[in-house]
């Protein structure tokens, strides 16, 4: 979660970058997979500037309730 005082400065998107650079180098992966919820339009957004391409919607049930969640898929170099 940010702040709403951080919010549209950049700084998801640079530390998304950073963490994309530290699964492919560090860790080796390959292929990383990310959520966010429906009703949060503002996380694809940076997920689609960091390279993830949609898949499609999935019901997901935590201890709140059920949410409908936009999933993501980016291959690494």
């Given at each position: 979660?940010?702040?709403?005082?951080?919010?549209?400065?950049?700084?998801?998107?640079?530390?998304?970058?950073?963490?994309?650079?530290?699964?492919?180098?560090?860790?080796?992966?390959?292929?990383l997979v990310a959520a966010h919820r429906i009703d949060n339009p503002a996380s694809g957004r940076v997920l689609e500037k960091l390279g993830f391409n949609e898949l499609e919607p999935r019901r997901m049930t935590n201890l709140s309730g059920e949410y409908l969640f936009r999933c993501y898929r980016k291959n690494l170099p």
């Open positions: 979660w940010v702040g709403v005082p951080y919010w549209n400065q950049g700084y998801v998107t640079e530390a998304g970058q950073l963490m994309l650079a530290l699964a492919a180098q560090e860790f080796n992966l390959n292929r």
